[in-house]
């Protein structure tokens, strides 16, 4: 239910286009390839994020459970990138 009303409230057509422009953000995004819809919920709020001019600090990453180590394996690439970007060390 959180994310439904989240969503809604993003979607809101009388958000201005810079409603989020002092946001930086990141998407991780984790699905199966084998379905239609793979990592939807992810491309979707970053698409939104990035039309209400909030600023991707790394690309889109995307998970995938078809890969050698499911998800992880995506995940192990976009993770440092993550850290560096935040100017933080790893946990």
Known sequence: ???RTFWAEINDPELPSDFLKD???AT???GDSGYVFYNE????MDERFRELGAQPILPLGMG???AEDKWETAWEEWEPEL???LG???P
């Open 1 to 3: 239910q959180n994310s």
């Open 23 to 25: 946001v930086k953000f």
């Open 28 to 30: 991780f995004a984790m």
């Open 41 to 44: 919920c992810g491309k979707l």
């Open 64 to 66: 995938d459970d078809q």
């Open 83 to 85: 850290w560096n970007e």
């Open 88 to 90: 933080t060390p790893p």
